[in-house]
């Protein structure tokens, strides 16, 4: 079976290997590209403010990076980083706070929904939480919290683009569709759906796709794509994108389990 893993290419590799050894051939296409902004006289004025914030949620393996690095190029207290409550988005993101000895809540769905079920995130009114984040990623969260009477502070650490491809390599890809399609994000849907709109190919098998999209609101957005169309397409909603889940998924699609 042939699989698109559609992951930013720093998170793709493992997750292709772990796919080519269950006997999947795989086709790397990432759909957002992840750029850091640079430490400018905005983000140096955010992180000095950012010493108030009681929790500090991460939504990337970047996110966590950056904004450690950030930090630390400042000159900034390490220890007060200790004093604070982290929430990771996911295991990934879990696993690089810890690298800065940094432990965190991370959620069992990992997505903005699941995030906001975590006890932590209740009874929050006028506490000030902190967002590592990229340009336009986890809006619904944050919009969420500031409803509840929460203080804000957007630290943004990097973009979230497309990635520029050429005709000749798309069209080798797209050469092999239909195929499994894994969709992480609404933004990671719409380039797919922009990278297709120039090819016969991939516009003739949209329908013809099993879709494997993270988290209930990302699918409700590629179900609402084919209804408006009137097409009848198979979308297999998973709340993990790791080699086990995305494999059990299909056996259970396929009828084997």
């Known amino acids: 079976?042939?699989?698109?893993?559609?992951?930013?290419?720093?998170?793709?590799?493992?997750?292709?290997?772990?796919?080519?050894?269950?006997?999947?051939?795989?086709?790397?296409?990432?759909?957002?590209?992840?750029k850091p902004l640079p430490l400018d006289d905005v983000l140096r004025s955010q992180f000095r403010e950012f010493c108030?914030?009681?929790?500090?949620?991460?939504?990337?393996?970047?996110?966590?990076?950056?904004?450690?690095?950030?930090?630390?190029?400042?000159?900034?207290?390490?220890?007060l980083l200790q004093q604070k409550k982290?929430?990771?988005?996911?295991r990934s993101t879990q696993?690089?706070?810890?690298?800065?000895a940094l432990h965190s809540e991370c959620p069992s769905v990992e997505t903005s929904e699941g995030m906001l079920q975590l006890d932590v995130l209740n009874h929050l009114q006028d506490k000030t939480i902190a967002f590592w984040r990229g340009i336009g990623g986890r809006t619904l969260m944050m919009q969420h919290l500031q409803k509840q009477g929460c203080h804000i502070q957007n630290i943004l650490l990097y973009s979230r683009q497309c990635p520029q491809y050429n005709r000749a390599?798309?069209?080798?890809?797209?050469?092999?569709l239909p195929a499994i399609i894994l969709i992480s994000s609404e933004e990671s849907w719409k380039?797919?759906?922009?990278?297709?709109?120039?090819?016969?190919?991939?516009?003739q098998c949209l329908g013809q796709n099993i879709y494997i999209v993270l988290g209930d609101r990302v699918s409700q957005v590629v179900q609402h794509?084919?209804?408006?169309?009137?097409?009848?397409?198979?979308?297999?909603?998973?709340?993990?994108?790791?080699?086990?889940?995305?494999?059990?998924?299909?056996?259970?699609?396929?009828?084997?389990?």
């Open 1 to 34: 079976m042939q699989i698109f893993n559609t992951r930013p290419q720093a998170r793709a590799q493992a997750l292709s290997q772990a796919l080519q050894a269950l006997g999947y051939e795989v086709f790397e296409l990432p759909l957002l590209a992840l």
């Open 52 to 79: 108030s914030a009681e929790i500090v949620v991460v939504v990337s393996r970047i996110a966590a990076q950056l904004g450690v690095q950030y930090y630390r190029e400042l000159g900034l207290d390490m220890a």
């Open 86 to 90: 982290w929430i990771a988005v996911g």
């Open 95 to 100: 696993l690089a706070l810890q690298e800065y």
């Open 169 to 176: 390599e798309l069209a080798i890809k797209f050469s092999h």
């Open 191 to 203: 380039n797919w759906l922009k990278l297709c709109q120039d090819f016969v190919q991939a516009q």
């Open 225 to 257: 794509y084919f209804d408006n169309r009137q097409t009848v397409a198979t979308i297999l909603t998973v709340h993990h994108l790791d080699v086990h889940t995305i494999h059990q998924r299909l056996q259970q699609h396929m009828g084997y389990e």
